[in-house]
């Protein structure tokens, strides 16, 4: 059963618009959460978090809002920029220093 | 050196054989952790160390799958008798005691035929 879901495989999104990358959670122990961006051959790379206790972390083009009520958050980039392009992982963990819970990905493709 | 580093990049094994996998944390950083990422999935949890032990392995999947951290730095994850579907991208992390930001290493790809 998969507690950390990204229900859209890809996303495509023109140059300097928003693009909104979208995850749901089932575990309501899960109070830190965070969005990681991957290259191909290169590992997860850290982009932002949010902890349960806020609704919006916000840094530079990159802003994650949290839901708790509906166990949803998302990632907004604004303006999107070609390379943005890359694959971007939702994670999830139960108190901060333990093991993380991945979502199975987005691919967002920016086109100039 | 400033990242998590992990060897080898890639390693092809044959059906059955013995496979050990390294990772160089970054230095200072207590915690290390190791995931399996198969193609079109995100990273699965397989193992977490505070310093030298194992604080959490439920996810190993089976037996065949060990790894250690003898010094509480660097850690290798073992796998015996390896079988195809073990073929995938094994991740390291690691990161500071108490904070939830961790930092990934290029990743093993492993293939066993």
């Known amino acids: 059963d998969q507690q950390v879901k990204q229900n859209s495989p890809s996303l495509s999104v023109q140059e300097g618009r928003i693009s909104i990358l979208n995850c749901d959670y089932t575990?309501?122990?899960?109070?830190?959460f965070l969005w990681y961006k991957k290259y191909p051959a290169e590992g997860p790379t850290f982009l932002i978090s949010?902890?349960?206790?806020?609704d919006k972390n916000e840094d530079g083009r990159f802003t994650v809002f949290l839901n708790k009520s509906a166990k949803h958050l998302s990632l907004h980039i604004v303006p999107s920029q070609p390379g943005d392009s890359a694959v971007y992982f939702c994670?999830?963990?139960?108190?901060?220093?333990?093991?993380?819970?991945f979502g199975g990905g987005t691919r967002l493709m920016v086109k100039p | 050196g400033a990242g998590v580093s992990q060897t080898p990049s890639n390693k092809v094994t044959e059906k059955g054989k013995y496979v050990e996998l390294r990772c160089d944390p970054i230095?200072?950083?207590?915690?290390l952790y190791w995931y399996r990422q198969s193609l079109g999935q995100g990273p699965e949890f397989l193992i977490y160390?505070?310093?030298?032990?194992?604080?959490?392995d439920s996810g190993l999947p089976n037996d065949r799958f060990f790894a250690v951290r003898p010094e509480g730095s660097v850690s290798t994850l073992k796998i015996q008798r390896t079988e195809r579907g073990d073929s995938a991208v094994y991740l390291c992390?690691?990161?500071?005691?108490?904070?939830?930001?961790?930092?990934f290493g290029q990743g093993t790809r492993l293939t066993v035929v």
């Open positions: 992390a690691s990161s500071q005691t108490g904070t939830g930001e961790a930092f």
């Open positions: 575990n309501s122990m899960f109070d830190y």
């Open positions: 949010i902890s349960s206790i806020k």
């Open positions: 994670a999830a963990m139960m108190n901060a220093g333990n093991m993380l819970t």
């Open positions: 230095s200072g950083h207590t915690a």
């Open positions: 160390f505070q310093g030298t032990g194992a604080a959490d």
